[in-house]
Nanobody
Framework: QVRLVESGGGLVTAGSSLTLSCVAYGVTFTNYAVGWFRRTPGMERELVAFVQLGTDSTYYSDSVTGRFTISRDYARNAVHLQMNTLKPEDTATYYC??????????????????WGQGTQVTVSS
Protein backbone atom coordinates (compact mmCIF):
# COMPACT_ATOMS: atom_id res chain seq x y z
CA GLN A 1 0.00 0.00 0.00
CA VAL A 2 1.40 3.36 -1.06
CA ARG A 3 0.57 6.24 1.23
CA LEU A 4 1.57 9.87 1.33
CA VAL A 5 0.93 11.47 4.70
CA GLU A 6 0.98 15.25 5.10
CA SER A 7 1.37 17.09 8.36
CA GLY A 8 2.27 20.51 9.68
CA GLY A 9 -0.74 22.60 8.79
CA GLY A 10 -2.37 24.92 11.24
CA LEU A 11 -3.92 28.26 12.01
CA VAL A 12 -1.46 31.15 11.96
CA THR A 13 -1.44 34.90 11.56
CA ALA A 14 -0.18 36.74 8.51
CA GLY A 15 3.58 36.90 8.37
CA SER A 16 4.04 33.63 10.23
CA SER A 17 5.80 30.50 9.02
CA LEU A 18 4.83 26.86 8.77
CA THR A 19 6.62 23.76 7.60
CA LEU A 20 4.57 21.09 5.90
CA SER A 21 5.86 17.55 5.68
CA CYS A 22 4.93 14.70 3.39
CA VAL A 23 6.16 11.25 4.34
CA ALA A 24 5.93 8.47 1.78
CA TYR A 25 5.19 4.88 2.71
CA GLY A 26 5.49 1.97 0.33
CA VAL A 27 7.63 3.80 -2.23
CA THR A 28 11.07 5.31 -2.35
CA PHE A 29 10.30 9.00 -2.59
CA THR A 30 13.52 9.84 -4.42
CA ASN A 31 12.23 7.84 -7.39
CA TYR A 32 9.36 10.28 -7.79
CA ALA A 33 8.88 13.90 -8.60
CA VAL A 34 6.88 15.57 -5.85
CA GLY A 35 4.49 18.46 -6.12
CA TRP A 36 2.74 20.46 -3.45
CA PHE A 37 -0.71 21.55 -4.53
CA ARG A 38 -3.23 23.67 -2.74
CA ARG A 39 -6.97 23.92 -3.07
CA THR A 40 -9.70 26.14 -1.69
CA PRO A 41 -13.33 25.01 -1.71
CA GLY A 42 -14.21 27.00 -4.83
CA MET A 43 -10.98 26.54 -6.77
CA GLU A 44 -9.13 23.83 -8.65
CA ARG A 45 -5.90 22.42 -7.35
CA GLU A 46 -2.96 24.74 -7.93
CA LEU A 47 0.65 23.62 -8.11
CA VAL A 48 2.61 25.64 -5.59
CA ALA A 49 6.00 23.94 -5.42
CA PHE A 50 7.69 21.06 -7.17
CA VAL A 51 10.89 19.06 -6.98
CA GLN A 52 12.05 16.89 -9.85
CA LEU A 53 13.23 13.33 -9.45
CA GLY A 54 16.90 12.68 -10.02
CA THR A 55 18.14 16.22 -10.45
CA ASP A 56 16.03 17.70 -7.63
CA SER A 57 15.37 20.78 -9.73
CA THR A 58 12.62 22.90 -8.20
CA TYR A 59 9.76 25.04 -9.36
CA TYR A 60 7.56 27.54 -7.54
CA SER A 61 4.43 29.32 -8.58
CA ASP A 62 4.68 33.07 -8.96
CA SER A 63 2.55 33.62 -5.89
CA VAL A 64 4.95 31.81 -3.55
CA THR A 65 8.36 32.35 -5.14
CA GLY A 66 10.74 33.74 -2.55
CA ARG A 67 8.54 32.67 0.34
CA PHE A 68 8.21 28.88 0.00
CA THR A 69 10.95 26.28 -0.24
CA ILE A 70 10.54 22.63 -1.13
CA SER A 71 13.19 20.16 -0.05
CA ARG A 72 13.77 16.44 0.20
CA ASP A 73 14.42 14.73 3.51
CA TYR A 74 16.16 11.56 2.46
CA ALA A 75 16.48 10.12 5.96
CA ARG A 76 12.72 10.26 6.49
CA ASN A 77 11.69 9.41 2.91
CA ALA A 78 9.90 12.73 2.98
CA VAL A 79 9.51 16.09 1.32
CA HIS A 80 9.02 19.34 3.20
CA LEU A 81 7.51 22.65 2.26
CA GLN A 82 8.85 25.55 4.27
CA MET A 83 6.37 28.41 4.05
CA ASN A 84 7.47 31.84 5.20
CA THR A 85 5.74 35.20 5.29
CA LEU A 86 2.37 33.56 5.01
CA LYS A 87 -0.50 35.59 3.63
CA PRO A 88 -4.25 35.17 4.01
CA GLU A 89 -4.42 34.18 0.35
CA ASP A 90 -2.24 31.17 1.18
CA THR A 91 -5.16 29.71 3.09
CA ALA A 92 -5.97 26.35 1.53
CA THR A 93 -5.76 22.63 1.93
CA TYR A 94 -2.28 21.57 0.89
CA TYR A 95 -1.64 18.23 -0.77
CA CYS A 96 1.55 16.48 -1.68
CA UNK A 97 1.60 14.29 -4.73
CA UNK A 98 4.13 12.00 -6.37
CA UNK A 99 4.69 11.48 -10.08
CA UNK A 100 6.75 8.71 -11.65
CA UNK A 101 7.75 10.78 -14.65
CA UNK A 102 9.97 13.61 -15.79
CA UNK A 103 8.93 17.21 -16.14
CA UNK A 104 9.85 20.63 -14.81
CA UNK A 105 7.34 21.17 -13.49
CA UNK A 106 4.58 18.61 -13.68
CA UNK A 107 1.66 20.97 -13.32
CA UNK A 108 -1.28 18.79 -14.31
CA UNK A 109 -2.74 16.85 -11.37
CA UNK A 110 -3.70 14.00 -13.69
CA UNK A 111 -0.01 13.27 -14.25
CA UNK A 112 0.52 12.36 -10.60
CA UNK A 113 0.32 8.80 -9.34
CA UNK A 114 -0.20 9.22 -5.61
CA TRP A 115 -1.84 11.82 -3.39
CA GLY A 116 -1.90 12.57 0.27
CA GLN A 117 -5.09 13.40 2.12
CA GLY A 118 -4.15 17.02 2.67
CA THR A 119 -3.33 19.31 5.54
CA GLN A 120 -5.15 22.55 6.23
CA VAL A 121 -3.34 25.87 6.35
CA THR A 122 -5.31 28.87 7.54
CA VAL A 123 -3.73 32.32 7.65
CA SER A 124 -5.62 35.11 9.37
CA SER A 125 -5.04 38.77 8.63
Amino acid sequence: QVRLVESGGGLVTAGSSLTLSCVAYGVTFTNYAVGWFRRTPGMERELVAFVQLGTDSTYYSDSVTGRFTISRDYARNAVHLQMNTLKPEDTATYYCSAAWRLGIPISDPKDYDYWGQGTQVTVSS
